[in-house]
């Protein structure tokens, strides 16, 4: 089985091939990880769904440019036809990089990972997967939810303030990632620390890029970001191949022993599965967990309607999950001359799909930019993607996220967000890394 990084691309001539129909408006802001640490950037979204609805964007002198879509429309004729608009041909991000500037272990396994593949490759990946999740492994899996989610409270409920990211949001994710993978609970805490640098990833490299002489401070950083990152691959290889050898009723052995035409997975391909699951399946929740907390805390009337009526908690949930939408974007390369939206599409252009803007599109969501839990159609966001590559974990992360929200708002009724959010550089992914909260402390007991 061919490595698809060693079939991407190296580069991609200057766009675009066709005439441009639509004006050129805020270049650049897209690129830009450091302009996302105020907030995903839905005025730009606006005006280009508005006027510009397939807006060709620039990359600087590092990049051919893309075509960015935000109409939901759009997105979800992208995202549903991956015959003329692969996953595979150019991989899933906006950009890796120049060559020289790739860090060589995050290329190759971004690269060579089930969410990259176009079929068959892709369809016989991904049933692999789904024993892990069906409706009969959910609901053993949603008790545990429960139980990890009242001892986390527990923890904090007396102290009357904390950073829910810290005691909530990025603990319960990775507990039910590893009850999923079967992770020892002795190797957990790992993964908080590799996911802080994995967030960062895009941003380091960009630096390194700009600015080849790196302050004291940077330095020591890009090496620690290098020893986590090396880190976490040698542990997944080393647990993937222990299941390899001792199978055990887990998702890491599912992925060890996954086949493709017959054969098992090359070890690259159980770095990019190793990744994708260890970011895919951890991020993208506790973000929500995050975000939710301060639409909460912007929408009071909505949050009381919520507490006083916990049977719209799973319409809520959805609506949640469309306002917070951590995954911004995705991208796929056409594979033929095409067209979207009246715009030209040259062959092997990149296209990426903006999530986050189509889930806030008017002619879909009315009065888009209001948390509505009551939302009539709040499920056909598509915060979790569309079509074949629709997330598969979609159904654990909304258990999770409606266990947390009943027990918080049952629990610490008058929970706020204080304040001070810490958002990465990171356009790819909405990445909280600090929330703090308040609230009236739980008494003790006795």
């Not at 004006?23 to 105020?38: A, H, R, V, Y």
């Not at 409706?135 to 139980?147: I, Q």
């Not at 542990?235 to 060890?256: C, E, F, N, T, V």
């Not at 975000?291 to 609506?319: C, H, I, R, Y």
Request: with cysteine.
């Amino acid at each position: 089985m061919l490595l698809l990084s060693e079939t991407l691309p190296d580069s991609l001539p200057p766009g675009p091939v066709f005439p441009k129909a639509y004006p050129e408006l805020d270049q650049d802001i897209l690129t830009e990880s450091e302009k996302f640490t105020d907030g995903q950037p839905y005025g730009l979204f606006a005006r280009l769904r508005a006027q510009a609805p397939v807006s060709w964007q620039r990359e600087g002198s590092n990049g051919p440019g893309f075509w960015a879509l935000t109409r939901y429309e759009d997105v979800m004729r992208v995202d549903g036809d991956p015959k003329t608009f692969s996953s595979q041909k150019g991989g899933i991000l906006m950009t890796y990089g120049p060559k020289e500037s790739r860090h060589p272990l995050l290329f190759r396994a971004s690269v060579d990972a089930m969410i990259n593949m176009d079929a068959p490759w892709h369809l016989q990946l991904r049933k692999e997967h789904m024993p892990y999740f069906t409706p009969a492994y959910l609901a053993g899996l949603k008790e545990k939810v429960a139980a990890e989610t009242t001892r986390l409270i527990d923890a904090m409920a007396h102290s009357g303030e904390c950073d829910l990211v810290e005691k909530l949001s990025a603990q319960l994710p990775l507990f039910t990632l590893c009850e999923i993978l079967g992770v020892p609970q002795s190797d957990r805490p790992k993964f908080i620390t590799w996911m802080h640098y994995l967030e960062v990833a895009g941003y380091i490299t960009a630096k390194q890029r700009k600015e080849p002489q790196l302050t004291p401070e940077l330095l020591k950083f890009v090496k620690a970001f290098n020893e986590n990152v090396a880190e976490m691959f040698e542990y997944g290889q080393h647990m993937l191949q222990k299941r390899r050898a001792d199978p055990k009723p887990d998702l890491m052995s599912a992925i060890a022993r996954a086949t493709v035409d017959g054969e098992l997975l090359r070890n690259e391909y159980l770095d990019g599965s190793w990744l994708l699951i260890v970011f895919a399946g951890n991020d993208t929740t506790r973000n929500t967990i995050s975000g939710s907390m301060k639409l909460l805390t912007e929408f009071p009337d909505q949050k009381k309607a919520l507490m006083a009526d916990m049977s719209l908690l799973p319409n809520a949930v959805d609506e949640l999950i469309r306002m917070v939408s951590p995954v911004i974007y995705m991208r796929r390369t056409a594979t033929c001359d095409t067209e979207i939206g009246g715009q030209k599409i040259a062959e092997g252009e990149k296209v990426i799909m903006y999530f986050s803007a189509a889930n806030r599109d008017p002619s879909v969501f009315p009065d888009p930019d209001k948390l509505d839990i009551r939302r009539a159609n709040a499920s056909k966001n598509i915060a979790f993607g569309f079509g074949p590559h629709v997330c598969i974990g979609k159904r654990v992360a909304q258990l999770q996220l409606e266990e947390v929200y009943r027990q918080l708002l049952t629990r610490l009724p008058d929970i706020e967000y204080a304040g001070g959010i810490d958002v990465a550089p990171n356009n790819f992914v909405h990445a909280i890394r600090k929330l703090p909260v308040r609230f009236t402390p739980e008494r003790r007991a006795g």
